[in-house]
């Protein structure tokens, strides 16, 4: 049986020009959520460039802006792929990052990543400089991600309203450019594990 391979281009993009997030409980894992939904704000005004209080919605940049956070916190905190990989957080300055954008009070959250959307330079010292050597092939992406997401808070247009797409775009330009771990030793142990689960 042929094995269909779906590109991009095959696929139906909704559109969502009518369409207005609606209001509700604010829900997510605090590590994770964007500094955006935990303020209820929205972090530019698209013609000033400086914060604005509105009348907020979550959506789907948010979203992205979340799983990007997951992404970033196993690059940091993890050693490789599979068992056993938690990574010895030693030198304080990890051990001060990883404390600051995942695991502190809500407050200090907020603050520590709206500080990364405002200063550019930032995201590049704090996080990707402290990913583990391990990940290193992610790095280009998480970056494109990253930027991808600012521009789509700054300004509201295509980025904004199209996001899926432009992230969907950077993930699979990215895949063919990252290290597979067929046979790393704890991606094997770990699959081995999960068969054995199963």
Do not use: S
């Given at each position: 049986m042929k094995r269909h391979d779906t590109s991009l281009q095959d696929i139906p993009w909704p559109n969502f020009e009518s369409r207005k997030p609606q209001k509700g409980e604010r829900a997510g894992t605090l590590p994770f959520i964007s500094p955006e939904v935990l303020r209820q704000i929205s972090m530019y005004n698209a013609n000033q460039g400086r914060s604005k209080l509105e009348d907020f919605r979550h959506n789907s940049v948010h979203d992205l802006e979340s799983f990007l956070w997951v992404l970033v916190h196993i690059c940091l905190t993890r050693k490789g792929a599979g068992i056993d990989m938690i990574r010895d957080t030693g030198p304080r300055q990890l051990r001060d990052i990883i404390r600051?954008?995942?695991?502190?009070?809500?407050?200090?959250?907020?603050?520590m990543k709206l500080r990364l959307f405002q200063t550019s330079d930032t995201f590049e010292s704090d996080i990707i400089a402290s990913f583990h050597p391990y990940f290193d092939s992610l790095k280009p992406l998480v970056r494109k991600w990253w930027a991808r997401i600012r521009l789509a808070y700054r300004h509201h247009g295509n980025e904004y309203y199209h996001i899926h797409s432009h992230i969907l775009r950077i993930l699979n330009n990215a895949l063919p450019t990252i290290s597979r771990s067929d046979n790393d030793p704890g991606t094997v142990a770990d699959i081995r594990h999960r068969k054995e689960q199963h």
């Open positions: 600051d954008y995942f695991n502190a009070k809500e407050h200090i959250l907020e603050d």
